[in-house]
């Protein structure tokens, strides 16, 4: 396959193997502590603009299978891997990892020492890096470095949103007769995941997906009975439009937000956000709710958190927290009829501890229609 290499912007660099497609590619290098759920990763659009390293050493044994994919294209940078399998095992796959990746045009590395490099990134915090495997000079990848975008202060945003409002139908995976579709609940398409979307139809929603540019006026004409703030890339700040949106509807309807979702939602209420040290990627993280006391594993995958001492708006409340570092992972206002997760509660890849929060958001239709 060719050598390659990896440099971040603080000088240090890792020489593999090339991985996927040919070229450079730049972007935040974070890690995803995820054992399985690669395809996954690679079709999240909320790594937009990130090399995601994945700690667990082989990857790609099962191969690539179309349906279980969270979108229709790769939205990452790039991908780093201690080994890439090349024989797939699931009866289900339809191609390789190396093959998918060069077909898909993303650059990756294997053949590193990917324990040394997550350890950098968790005692250092996330860097700037790029992917080589065709100018290996670390000295002219460092001038390229130096002058690439980075993601703090960029809408990532309207890459990865939908251009066109749409209907989506298709059930959860294994749900053969999903719940008769009562609640018209419309999302914020943000950098939504497809297994977002499939369990809003198992718990019984008819689902219309509208770009996140879109305004409050023209969702309120769609008739919903809920909104779903969907996950999504990057820095939340930029994405103005979409927090004015979410600030002119709430109190009018029940409102979920998920991971970005949540962020968004507090900036609405007037809080603030922060950049996270190194994010929380992977399907392994407990989290806390403050009021029943009950410990869930999730899955998570977010580089920025809210500021919740910033939020001032009455009523509004933490109710998660993080027990590896602490910070906020949920919010709600049971007055106002909105409430939130940082987590991911659709799972894929990761545990389905948290579903349970897609039955609580059709509750809250129910209750607001009086059924």
């Not at 251009?163 to 018209?184: R, V």
Request: charged share 20%; hydrophobic share 35%; aromatic share 8%.
């Amino acid at each position: 396959m060719g050598k390659a290499v990896l440099l971040l912007e603080d000088g240090s660099s890792f020489e593999g193997e090339a991985l996927g497609a040919a070229g450079e590619a730049f972007g935040e290098v974070v890690f995803n502590t995820s054992i399985t759920g690669y395809q996954e990763v690679l079709t999240d659009p909320s790594y937009r603009g990130q090399i995601v390293t994945m700690t667990y050493p082989l990857i790609g044994n099962y191969g690539i299978v179309p349906e279980d994919g969270e979108s229709k294209k790769a939205w990452l940078s790039g991908f780093v891997v201690r080994e890439a399998c090349p024989a797939r095992s699931n009866w289900r796959s339809t191609m390789d990892l190396q093959d998918w990746l060069a077909d898909k045009g993303v650059v990756g590395i294997q053949g590193i020492d990917t324990r040394a490099l997550t350890r950098h990134l968790r005692m250092n915090g996330s860097r700037h890096g790029v992917i080589s495997s065709a100018d290996q000079d670390l000295v002219s990848l460092g001038k390229k470095l130096s002058t690439a975008p980075r993601i703090v202060g960029v809408d990532l945003v309207r890459e990865v949103s939908c251009d066109a409002p749409y209907q989506w139908t298709e059930p959860a995976f294994g749900d053969a007769t999903p719940a008769p579709t009562n609640y018209h609940a419309v999302v914020m398409d943000c950098g939504v995941k497809y297994n977002i979307l499939r369990r809003l139809v198992s718990s019984g929603c008819r689902v219309t997906v509208v770009p996140a540019s879109t305004r409050a006026r023209e969702i309120l004409a769609l008739r919903p009975d809920g909104i779903v703030l969907s996950n999504g890339p990057g820095d939340p700040e930029p994405v103005t439009y979409a927090v004015e949106t979410v600030r002119d509807l709430i109190g009018k309807l029940p409102i979920f937000g998920i991971c970005l979702g949540q962020q968004i939602l507090a900036l609405a209420l007037g809080g603030r956000t922060y950049k996270l040290k190194f994010g929380h990627h992977g399907g392994n993280h407990p989290v806390k709710d403050t009021g029943t006391g009950r410990i869930a594993i999730t899955t998570q995958n977010h580089g920025f958190n809210v500021d919740m001492e910033s939020i001032k708006h009455p009523g509004t409340r933490a109710t998660h927290v993080n027990l590896y570092d602490g910070t906020t992972e949920g919010l709600e206002n049971e007055r106002m009829g909105f409430f939130s997760v940082q987590y991911h509660p659709e799972a894929s890849p990761g545990p389905h501890d948290a579903a349970y929060l897609f039955e609580r958001f059709t509750g809250m239709m129910k209750a607001r229609r009086g059924d």
